[in-house]
């Protein structure tokens, strides 16, 4: 008897009747009141069903009902009543109630709106619970970093949730353009609404635009009964455009028309159909640069880009790295079932030395075959892939100085480190921003580099 309902009536008879269909026939707990207020007294118990007599002795059942929908308003109440008065039925209606029964109590009615109305409770609260582990899954706490241009990143998101502005995310695949997008929106005055996802480079440009627009039955071959199209889907809600430097011109103006107008018709149809989302769209190539070469309009554009938002790789925050490593280790061990500590010393070097190409995705995936490949509690050289180990010496040679050869003795990591950083001011006459570039790591990496080895940019 894990469901809980109310009896509230002043009838003896009625609720000892009522009590046996509930309990002893239909399998349900019970709890009976005769007066109103002892029931709402009793909310705490968290009760699946309310039965509630309309005509109570010191409190009538309508305003109790009222009462009842200000603690809980998705609490199911079914209301009971010997008068068979149909404006009382229609008030109780509107303040919530899910149904309506004159007296006497027709029983075979009666069970199966019973089961109905903890059924559609039931689906309430697990949408609820989904909705809240939605928002803090996407919760700013669960984004990773403490680099300083990831703060600026942060900031730039807490702006943009109590409006609906326009976001275009720039940033290299992997580094977690969608992530950010579900954090605006989830953190968002339309979080309780639709947040829907399309990507503009994994969808046949000839279905893209009936998938974000909809189409009639007829309107083309295949075209079998209507579609709702992801923007109909959204309304309300949020729209998150990824990889939308794809688009071809003609969806291109459409997308426009949407933005300007807020409206659309579906492929084949006349009908103009309104709508009210929030878009949020992400590239990793340069829509300017689109725009100048004639691949992407330039009215588009800078209404996209009303508030960009870049996010920058992971070579670029080498710091993360750790913060990161810690975080999906301890994500994965729970999937897993492990019990991983970290990642040995020299590991980890060879993690930090990595450029990182796939960026934080790369890194994800990595750690998760990693745990799957060790036995111990510390992840290991032998687990890393072959790539990653043979890449370790990127760092290095991106400075463009071959520094070792196959006969030449292993260099601590520590010296190879100092001699790039040198070799870089070299190279760029002292430019900072320039060496910086030329070893993939951020500007700010680079001068904690230098002062960690007393490296003087003027004596190099």
């Known amino acids: 008897m894990d469901k809980l309902v109310f009896i509230v009536d002043d009838e003896p008879s009625i609720l000892k009747l009522v009590s046996h269909w509930v309990k002893n026939q239909w399998g349900y707990g019970v709890k009976t009141f005769s007066l109103g207020n002892e029931a709402l007294e009793n909310l705490t118990d968290n009760p699946d069903l309310v039965l509630l007599d309309i005509m109570l002795p010191d409190v009538n059942g309508v305003e109790a009902l009222r009462k009842i929908k200000t603690v809980n308003p998705n609490l199911p109440v079914i209301m009971l009543s010997a008068q068979g008065n149909i404006e009382v039925a229609l008030d109780s209606l509107k303040l919530g109630a899910y149904d309506y029964f004159p ?47 990831m703060q600026h990143v942060f900031k730039m998101i807490s702006k943009v949730l109590d409006n609906d502005i326009t976001v275009l995310i720039h940033g290299e695949s992997g580094t977690g353009k969608e992530l950010i997008a579900r954090a605006i929106h989830y953190n968002g005055v339309r979080k309780e609404r639709p947040f829907v996802v399309v990507n503009c480079a994994s969808i046949p440009r000839e279905l893209l635009e009936s998938e974000l627009f909809g189409h009639e039955k007829g309107s083309f071959t295949g075209a079998h009964q209507r579609k709702i199209g992801k923007f109909e889907l959204a309304r309300g809600g949020s729209i998150f455009l990824d990889e939308i430097g794809e688009l071809e011109m003609s969806l291109q103006a459409k997308i426009l028309r949407v933005i300007q107008n807020k409206e659309f018709e579906r492929i084949g149809g006349n009908e103009i159909i309104k709508t009210d989302v929030r878009i949020i769209s992400a590239t990793n190539i340069n829509l300017k640069e689109a725009v100048e070469n004639k691949l992407f309009r330039e009215d588009l554009f800078y209404r996209l880009n009303s508030f960009p938002i870049d996010i920058p790789p992971l070579r670029e925050r080498r710091g993360d790295i750790l913060l990161l490593i810690d975080h999906f280790t301890k994500t994965f061990n729970k999937k897993l079932g492990k019990a991983i500590k970290g990642v040995k010393k020299q590991t980890l070097k060879t993690f930090y030395e990595y450029d990182w190409p796939g960026n934080v995705r790369e890194l994800e995936n990595t750690i998760e075959r990693c745990m799957i490949l060790t036995d111990g509690d510390m992840i290991d050289e032998e687990s890393l892939p ?30 190879l480190k100092k001699e790039a950083i040198l070799h870089a001011l070299r190279k760029t006459d002292g430019n900072i921003v320039e060496a910086a570039k030329k070893l993939n790591i951020g500007r700010a990496t680079f001068y904690r580099l230098m002062d960690k080895y007393d490296i003087d940019q003027k004596k190099k």
Request: glycine share 2%.
């Open 103 to 149: 007296k006497p109590l027709d029983k075979n009615r009666l069970e199966p709106a019973i089961k109905n109305a903890i059924k559609s409770y039931d689906m309430q609260r697990k949408i609820v619970e989904l909705e809240a582990n939605l928002q803090q899954e996407y919760s700013f706490d669960n984004i990773v970093s403490s680099d300083e241009s």
């Open 386 to 415: 072959p790539h990653i180990k043979s890449d370790a010496v990127n760092f290095m040679k991106a400075a463009n100085g071959d520094l070792f050869d196959d006969d030449s003795p292993v260099i601590p990591f520590e010296v």
